[in-house]
């Protein structure tokens, strides 16, 4: 696009392609830019092209004009007659030879030359301080903090998910630390690393040879930067190469110890409970003699996993405290699953949630609620085993499939031998180290601040790390509107719906117990969001404090892992991650064991109603492994695709998931003229809906749960009116005929 020839400026546009039989480059001229432009820089973002500079008005005064256009491709068949855009350009002063790059959705443009340069080796260069950040979504400019030293030319490459490198570039002598700012111009040949996150800049080494004007991509893992300008400003056609540096892992020989024995102490929970669970009731429900304290503390940390201690303070570091606000919506959720919900759960002789369908409509809502369930957490599994399979691999080089196996072979077996009992006082255990470890991971950032508390608040204000509240209206963020809608057709769902919590549930001795336990995991919660939140932010004030300790290459996600084994003291960072693995262990387990419970009672005893107490357990412990292995292999599968926010993947895939379950408990629960062929046809169609949603609009996935529970609702009333059922007996099924039958299975309260 452009270019500068000896009779000036140039507005051709030109598509190059490789021809292999050939082996020559082909030329396709694609008509001309709106104006002759040189000196500019471009970038690919999506399917648009974006092309940075200025337009020269008058040579003889040298007066200039920004120009920032953008020309969309859908394809290179069409990119003949697509057209070009003007948008509104950067605020500070035009650039020739500006760094301009692409990354997450975001465009950055990094200094420049505010006269043109010509080959003329003694020239002054006017480097132009002011870089820049252009955000596609919102069509607005940022501004972002200058280089260390201000350069025009240089070569500016995305690398990782948050990094950009700043390589080479020409500039005065004073600005590359020369006494005189009229001496000539001088070539860098310093790179440099610009986080994105925390807007923060560290020197990162330097190439053999100085270099200017060259053309740095990314290829094979490595920096190959070509062409350019050297020291005797006179063009070359050298092909140089970086590579980072191998980093090497601070876990040290007793932090495998510590992780070694924590793993033992989960097996041994599972050989312990392995002797209590002589009959099916012990294995799927654990007598319902666990203490209601430990299963709330159970529901949080299955709730949590590895998803909560990584991926809450991961997206904290890289954005605010927006998603904190869902925690009001505890005490809106709770007190109507304690009041409306939980009765119709805990009966005698029912184990599985969707037992209470079968009841209220008929066999086959509770069997297409089973199998919604079953599929959820099959996915479900893959997010929180590879989570921090991916954490072990990026803090101690352990291949990421061999942490895969090795966690789910040990949650697996320890819940083949303990059932739920050893599901839930793992969690306890766990709930406890996840919260000290991110507690101490915090204390530890904000000393490692030089003006510790006050420099963290600091940092944190200046930032705006502290927001709790988007004012936006659009359906596309995180509004406040949005993030508590979403979060109360969440919690709902998770609490009513799915089976691993109304498991916990029943494993308490009655209703009241049952309630006590929600209250607890809401005592838990609270604090726990708290600290995970705090620790993000104090994490962003330390990187940003210290940006030249951040891997380049690390996945956002892994910013907790990399702080823990760097940062944290011997031993500590050992059991810190065991925690964190377990974590894992202990969502696996909770899915594992809440599938293999709901396929024993909802399709193996459903139709084998003569089967006995020994064979139920039989199965419940078979499938319970071989659930495991399928688990495993989701999340070895995975492991495959790149993820940027694990977290974001996991609530936009519950919400798809679970929000139409939740609408059909709500329909028989709520409504009498509720009935199994709106049932069904609820959810099928709120289900279409769903992925119409997010097929063809950009709403964002916090919504997703209330269009799933409010479009089956909706959808399965208004089918119920039109296509009323024969008299069917509701007794004891309906918040309004709960006392109406003593004789229903599910009128005697506790």
Known sequence: MGGRDNEGNKAGVYLLTWNSVSEQIDVDQLGDMPKPLAMCSAARLGDQVFLAGCWIKDAEQNETKKQFLSLKVFSFADLEASQWQHIKPWPGQGYFFSALTAQNGKLFLLNGSSTPISSNASQSINSAGGSYCFSSASQSWSRLTDPPIALAASSAIAYGPSTILYIGGIGNDAHLGGESAASESIISSKIFAHETITDSWSYQGKLTSPIAMATAVEWQGRIVVAGGHTTDNLPTSSVAEATVKPWQSAFHFVDYTMLALYLLVLMYIGWHFSEKGSSSSDYMLGGQTVPWWAVGLSIMATQVSSIGFMAIPAKAFATDWVYFTGILTWFIVVPIVVRYYIPFFYRPNVTTAYEYLEHRFNLAVRLYGSLSFILLQLGRMAVVLYLPALALSVVTGMNVYASILI??????????????????????????????????????????????????????????????????????????????????????????????????????????????????????????????????????????????????????????????????????????????????????????????????????????SDCSDRDLLRLARRLTGVLGMLGTGAALLAATYEIDSLWDLFLEFAGLAIGGLAGIFMLGIFTKRGNSLGAISGAIVGAVVLYSVKTYTHIHFFLYPALGVGSSFLIGYAVSILYPSENQSLAGLTIHTNDAAHDSPFSKLE
């Open 407 to 608: 966690m789910g072979i040990l949650s697996t077996a320890y819940t083949v031998m303990g059932g739920i009992n050893a599901v839930i006082w793992t969690d306890v255990l766990q709930a406890g180290v996840l919260m000290g470890g991110a507690l101490l991971g915090m204390i530890i950032a904000v000393m490692g601040l030089e003006d510790g508390i006050e420099g963290f608040l600091n940092i944190a204000e200046a930032n705006n790390k502290f927001r709790l509240i988007n004012w936006d209206t659009n359906i596309t963020t995180t509004a406040i509107w949005v993030v508590l809608v979403g979060n109360v057709f969440q919690r709902t769902s998770d609490l009513t719906a799915d089976q691993t919590v109304v498991q916990r549930y029943l494993s308490t001795k009655n209703i009241q117990q049952a309630s006590r336990a929600l209250w607890a995991n809401v005592a838990a919660s609270i604090p726990w969001a708290l600290i995970v939140f705090l620790f993000g932010t104090a994490l962003f004030a330390f990187f940003k404090t210290h940006p030249e300790k951040l891997n380049p290459a690390m996945q956002t996600d892994a910013i907790v892992p990399w702080f823990v084994v760097e940062y944290m003291p011997v031993g500590i960072s050992g059991l810190v991650l065991a925690a964190l693995f377990a974590a894992a262990m202990s969502s696996l387990d909770s899915s594992i064991h809440s599938v293999a419970t709901t396929i024993s009672i909802d399709f193996y005893k459903r139709f084998r």
